[in-house]
């Protein structure tokens, strides 16, 4: 079947500091790739994605790429700001089906002033 | 447009009772999932509902767990009796179901089992 495996956290960082979350994922056939972020009292939001190997997600200053000789799909951002604060999931979607999504366990990020 | 609506945003109850979850859809979304959080573990997917077809229910964890879409609008997610291992946060999500469409979740519902 497929998973999502991504570090768990969490992570703290200061303001201005790279941010890399690792993601890999196992899957049959050709899925689509996402970040999603969750904010403090808020729900899921898309951030990101990629629904071929080679391309780039990106937004709000996160980039991703889709790694298909590595299986993988890190997140990365230059410099983190304090509202970046969030839990993040990485996740993939089966290509030719339903919206049927398997998500990573969430990385929870502090950024600290 | 209005979003994804998930009442209540929290509910606690005791084990053995009954809780009733509810998801509103954006209006004209056909597709409609819900999904689970257990503490510290994945987002995990429950069922998905095609106007008020259950298209996918592989994900629903034993006979206490009851969903339903009648008329195919709002649905609700009904746990009877509740177990504390059903504790967790519940998504509902929704979509047009177009190629490429995007999911838009709504806040989630905490439940407390104690």
């Known amino acids: 079947g497929n998973s999502v495996t991504q570090m768990e956290g969490p992570v703290t960082l200061s303001e201005e500091a790279f941010l890399t979350i690792n993601c890999t994922y196992t899957?049959?056939?050709?899925?689509?790739l996402f970040w999603y972020v969750q904010y403090p009292g808020e729900g899921l939001q898309l951030l990101l994605k990629a629904t071929k190997a080679d391309d780039k997600g990106s937004n709000k200053g996160f980039e991703a790429t889709y790694r298909k000789e590595t299986t993988s799909f890190h997140l990365e951002k230059g410099s983190v700001q304090v509202s970046d604060s969030a839990v993040y999931f990485c996740?993939?979607?089966?290509?030719?089906?339903?919206?049927?999504?398997?998500f990573g366990i969430g990385t929870k990020l502090q950024v600290i002033p | 447009e209005a979003g994804v609506t998930q009442f209540p945003s929290h509910s606690v109850i005791e084990k053995g009772q009954t809780v009733t979850l509810r998801c509103d859809p954006i209006s004209g979304h056909d597709n409609l999932y819900w999904y689970r959080r257990v503490m510290g573990k994945e987002i995990k997917f429950l069922l998905h509902f095609v106007k008020e077809s259950k298209q996918d229910e592989s994900g629903m964890p034993n006979n206490r767990f009851l969903a339903e879409r009648t008329g195919g609008t709002y649905s609700t997610l009904k746990v009877q009796p509740a177990e504390l291992e059903d504790s967790g946060v519940y998504f509902c999500?929704?979509?047009?179901?177009?190629?490429?469409?995007?999911?838009?979740f709504g806040n989630g519902t905490r439940l407390t089992v104690t």
């Open positions: 899957a049959t056939g050709y899925p689509s």
């Open positions: 996740a993939l979607e089966e290509s030719g089906g339903y919206q049927k999504v398997t």
């Open positions: 999500a929704s979509s047009t179901g177009r190629r490429n469409s995007p999911l838009h």
